[in-house]
């Protein structure tokens, strides 16, 4: 166990997995190097690895046949990726940024999605598709979007959104081993931050909810950068002896539907944080399923903090604002405590 | 030594599954005597009391009042005082970890693994168990959570995967979550786990997540901001309402006199309908009492609502001239004073007699196998009233019947139907239906199918109308009969040549006294 960045954390686990298993391989833009490196057989340099390096070392390790540089073509990259799943290989694709699925999206969720089900379990497609997701870099409108719950509303999609580096390694490894297309989702502004990761390689079930805190006054459910300002939000209210439980489901396909509603059923109160959109997003997803099946714990109505429905801005004034901040959660909470 | 007895649940009639136990007339620690009624049970189609089976004393109610419990389940523990409370609670706990040791049997050998022997085949059954060897720990019983022995030990180091909130829970209820089979993720064991296992093993763990709060949320923040009518807001203050606790349902969003009111009634739903005095506005009164339907209520309503809207009426009328059967009453009531006929007894015989001549009409639908079961003898359900519903008492083979048997098995059967003492197959079958409203006065009506018999006659009031005999209009008793016939199993000609074989007989009672 030792302290490891969110990014080391993804390469420890697609290098344990690469060495574990022959089949798995890599499939990017850049993935071999990048920045410019003239990376080849005969002069083997060690790249930038991706545009966030966390590739980084894979080529000179695993060789061109298992990691493969692509032309900028998302759907090449994404069709490429479920070709290789549906006929033995364990590919890992970088689509870089989740905002590019929109160039690839038949490739995943009408074909790689549809492969178990269509030929009657004969074919499948152990695929994960690694991208970032988020706002906060000012990195604009079409580079900043979180549409996770897009992928979670398809069937057969395996929809993964990890907090923490820990989370990371273990959930990446669950979905390198897992026989079903898996998007692993990214946030930009957590590749830096570090927590205790083990060293060996470990996998975390899908479908098995986090409470990075416990508490008895009110559940916030949240995901991915979320969970981090849910907790400053938790440990804010603690010296007031204000009780917040933070639930954190990782995985919004499968969802631990138990899980969430154990902790809405032992507070009452709940307030869902939710980068992805202002409707129709995984909050809302969430609200309904407690509104449907934990009506009757509920002593208040259920609040939802998401982003207003417009693009992200570009500014980063105006950004800041239009992601959930932790003020807009604490407002939150003391609405739902009535206090 | 002593002995423990177990009350049960009885089996009254083949379709019963379970009882509602409404109402226990005796308390804990009461003796009764066999025959004494000790509670009332409620199934699907009758109250009735349950009579002790033995004398006794009831040390332990289980089945408590309200609660529906399937047949052959224990709802009462009994033992004379020299058991002391521990041998009790020790039994019962017998009885649960007796069920826990084999979840996977069906409920039935559940039952039949219980104590020892039964004593007799019929309803209620005894059966009776020695203690000797105490057993291991008290059940632990606490807010309704009794967890059952074997499940019981929480252990701090428990490597099993479970959710915070159940190992939380475990560890407040000393569950020991090794023994808990977990459905989750990976057997991850969830609150629900442990609730079925607990459940399954005979202990009680409530099922806190689906239950309505009982005490609405008050809000106790400040309302001044919130939009309302300047009547909604005074009355909000006078009864002490939030405003923040009101739908805003007015024009513009505001708050209105009705959201107020909703409120009120949310927080003083039984104690009355009507709103406080001193009120501006005269608040409207309800004028009604809502009258919750009891079992037999809700089964008149779904099987007659079944009945109109499925089965094809079609309604045949016929007059009948009662004057030589008012004669033959009268005749044989004064020459035989221990017999008391009455018109009904004698209608009853009449239609008999025209359900043997005419065994078209003596059926039963048989839906399931698409055939009809035309019957030897004449079962006739006669429809008598109760005090919150009616129930129709079968007059069986009332074609073998002498007149002053019907008589007397009529009235039996009718103080029996008013007192709820009926057992099922007196009032369960049946080939044909009769019911009679003349006492009221009533000169014709059609009445409702009660399947699977195939028609039901509607019998009017005796009385003198003006009738033309031989092309002279004279005075004679008459009846209006009205026949409801299911034209699945019954034609309009059938139908006819049973009222008028009825009318025959009626008019000529010789005939069926031949």
């Not at chain 2, 005894?126 to 929480?154: A, E, H, M, R, W």
């Amino acid at each position: 166990m030792s302290k490891k960045s969110y990014r080391n954390a993804i390469k420890e686990a697609i290098e344990f997995e690469m060495r574990r298993d022959p089949t798995v391989v890599v499939i990017g833009e850049d993935v071999r190097g990048g920045h410019g490196a003239k990376n080849t057989e005969e002069n083997k340099l060690e790249g930038f690895g991706g545009v966030l390096g966390v590739t980084k070392g894979l080529w000179t390790e695993f060789g061109s046949e298992r990691v493969i540089d692509t032309p900028i073509t998302e759907s090449a990259i994404i069709g490429m990726t479920a070709g290789a799943a549906a006929t033995g290989l364990r590919p890992i694709a970088d689509l870089m940024f989740m905002d590019f699925y929109g160039v690839c999206y038949d490739m995943l969720y009408n074909q790689a999605a549809k492969f178990r089900y269509m030929f009657g379990g004969k074919a499948k497609a152990p695929m994960v598709v690694r991208g970032m997701i988020g706002a906060g870099f000012s990195a604009a409108a079409q580079h900043s979007q979180s549409p996770y719950h897009i992928f979670a509303s398809t069937p057969g999609l395996k929809v993964v959104v990890p907090s923490s580096p820990y989370d990371a390694k273990g959930l990446l490894t669950q979905s390198i081993r897992d026989d079903d297309p898996v998007v692993f989702c990214e946030h930009k502004l957590l590749y830096d931050i570090t927590g205790e990761v083990p060293d060996d390689d470990y996998t975390i079930p899908f479908g098995v909810a986090n409470y990075t805190r416990q508490g008895t006054d009110v559940t916030i459910i949240a995901l991915s950068l979320m969970v981090h300002r849910a907790n400053e939000v938790a440990d804010k209210l603690a010296n007031e002896g204000i009780s917040v439980e933070v639930v954190d489901p990782r995985t919004i396909s499968p969802l631990d539907e138990e899980g969430i509603l154990e902790s809405v059923a032992s507070t009452g109160r709940v307030v869902i944080v939710d980068e992805s959109a202002a409707r129709c997003g995984f909050a809302h997803d969430v609200a309904a399923l407690i509104a449907q099946k934990g009506f009757y714990s509920l002593k208040a109505p259920i609040e939802l903090v998401t982003p207003p429905h417009t693009p992200v801005p570009f500014s980063n004034v105006l950004e800041q604002a239009w992601l959930p901040s932790a003020e807009r959660i604490e407002i939150a909470v003391r609405k739902v405590l009535e206090v | 030594m002593s002995n423990i007895q177990t009350l049960e649940v009885p089996k009254w009639g083949l379709s019963m599954q379970e009882g509602k136990i409404t109402q226990w007339t005796i308390k804990e620690g009461d003796s009764f005597k066999k025959g004494q009624e000790i509670c009332v049970i409620e199934t699907t189609k009758i109250a009735n009391s349950l009579e002790a089976p033995f004398d006794g004393t009831l040390r332990r109610i289980i089945g408590k009042n309200g609660s529906v419990l399937e047949v052959g389940a224990i709802i009462g523990v009994c033992a004379d005082t020299s058991v002391s409370d521990q041998k009790i609670e020790q039994f019962i706990q017998s009885l649960s970890s007796n069920k826990g040791s084999e979840p996977q049997e069906q409920k039935t050998e559940a039952k039949a693994t219980e104590p020892q022997q039964t004593k007799s085949p019929s309803t209620p059954t005894v059966t009776t168990s020695k203690l000797d060897t105490p057993t291991s720990t008290k059940p632990i019983v606490n807010d309704n959570f009794l967890i059952p022995s074997d499940l019981q030990g929480y252990q701090e180091n428990s490597n099993l995967f479970a959710t915070p909130h159940a190992i939380n829970m475990a560890q407040k209820h000393n569950v020991n979550l090794d023994k808990i089979h977990g459905s989750g993720p990976q057997q991850r064991v969830s609150i629900n786990d442990i609730q079925k296992a607990v459940i399954a093993a005979g202990g009680q763990w409530p099922d806190v997540k689906n239950q309505p709060a009982k005490t609405p949320a008050k809000s106790t923040a400040d309302d001044s901001h919130i939009l309302a009518t300047p009547l909604a807001r005074r009355m909000a203050e006078e009864w002490n309402i939030n405003l923040n606790d009101c739908r805003a349902s007015g024009s513009r969003g505001r708050v209105c006199k009705e959201d107020v009111e909703a409120v009120y009634y949310r927080n003083h739903p039984v104690s009355s309908p009507s709103l406080p005095a001193a009120t501006q506005p005269e608040p409207t009164k309800l004028d009604f009492t809502a009258i919750p339907m009891d079992g037999m209520r809700k089964t008149i309503a779904e099987r007659l609502q079944a009945a109109k809207s499925e089965i094809p009426h079609f309604y045949l009328t016929i007059d009948v001239d009662v004057s030589a059967l008012q004669e033959l009453r009268t005749d044989i009531n004064s020459k035989l004073p221990s017999v008391k006929i009455s018109i009904n007894d004698m209608f009853l015989k009449a239609i008999a007699s025209a359900l043997i001549a005419v065994p078209e009409v003596n059926v039963q639908y048989d839906v399931e196998n698409q055939q009809i079961l035309q019957f030897d003898q004449a079962d006739i359900s006669v429809a008598v009233a109760i005090p919150n519903g009616l129930i129709t008492p079968i007059v069986k083979a009332a074609n073998k019947r002498a007149l002053s048997d019907i008589s007397t098995t009529m009235r039996d059967l009718a103080t029996r139907a008013k007192t709820g003492k009926l057992s099922p197959d007196e009032f369960q079958g049946g080939s044909f239906c009769i019911s009679n409203l003349g006492m009221f006065g009533i000169k014709q009506f059609e009445a409702i199918i009660n399947p699977p018999q195939g028609a039901i006659l509607a019998l009017g009031t005796v009385e003198k109308r003006a009738v033309v005999r031989d092309d002279v209009i004279t005075i004679r008793p008459m009846v209006t009969l009205s026949m409801s016939c299911d034209h699945r199993v019954i034609d309009g000609a059938t139908g006819a040549k049973f009222l008028a074989s009825l009318k025959e007989f009626v008019e000529n009672p010789m005939a069926f006294l031949a």
